[in-house]
């Protein structure tokens, strides 16, 4: 069975598979959500408010109960990568705008751009001066702080590292209330419980 999927305001639509999780429904037609956390339900970026076809949704997550206010949460937002569509019928979403949750990091960047560019040249060039300064400091510290064993053990190491965390990642995506596991706490589920 397939589900009509809207985003307002923009308008477009599209049909997706019963199973799709609202984020790859987004992606799917053409719009990509941001996702800071790459869809482990660790930010709010990827919030969405159902505006129709609340009742076609999987339950909410622990992730959502976490990052989610009380408020936001009975104004019918949900995280699209932790929210799946479970039956037919109609959905209209629309993407909450960025003022009203967590910036990307890529966002803050652009910020601190437009915040750059509107400074007078002696300021400008003073805050070169201090980023300069603190990045010299901090390369200093990191290759400090590296142990030699570390390069010892060569390419081999960097390699499994990278596939191993690979491997964590993708299984960490998924909501435990998906798959049956225990999820692992976040730093956030810590705090709140
Ligand atoms: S991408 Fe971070 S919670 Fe969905």
């Not at 053990?153 to 990642?169: C, M, Q, S, T």
Request: glycine residues 8%.
């Amino acid at each position: 069975m397939s589900v009509n999927v809207e985003f307002v305001p923009d308008g477009r639509h599209g049909v997706v598979a019963e199973g799709t999780y609202l984020w790859d429904a987004a992606k799917r037609l053409g719009l990509r959500l941001p996702a800071e956390c790459e869809g482990r339900g660790e930010c709010d970026t990827c919030a969405v408010i159902v505006r129709e076809g609340a009742t076609l949704l999987s339950g909410l997550t622990g992730a959502e109960r976490t990052r989610l206010s009380p408020e936001r949460l009975a104004a019918g937002e949900r995280l699209a990568c932790q929210t799946k569509i479970e039956r037919a019928g109609d959905l209209v979403l629309e993407p909450v705008p960025a003022t009203e949750r967590q910036e990307t990091a890529e966002e803050v960047k652009q910020d601190l751009r437009a915040e750059f560019r509107e400074m007078p040249l002696t300021q400008k060039l003073a805050t070169l001066v201090e980023l300069e300064a603190i990045a010299a400091t901090q390369t200093f510290k990191a290759i400090a702080d590296v142990p030699a064993s570390f390069f010892e053990k060569g390419l081999d190491y960097v390699v499994n590292f990278g596939r191993a965390r690979a491997r964590r990642e993708r299984q960490a995506r998924r909501p435990a209330e998906h798959v049956g596991g225990v999820k692992k706490k976040t730093e956030a589920d810590k705090s709140s419980s």
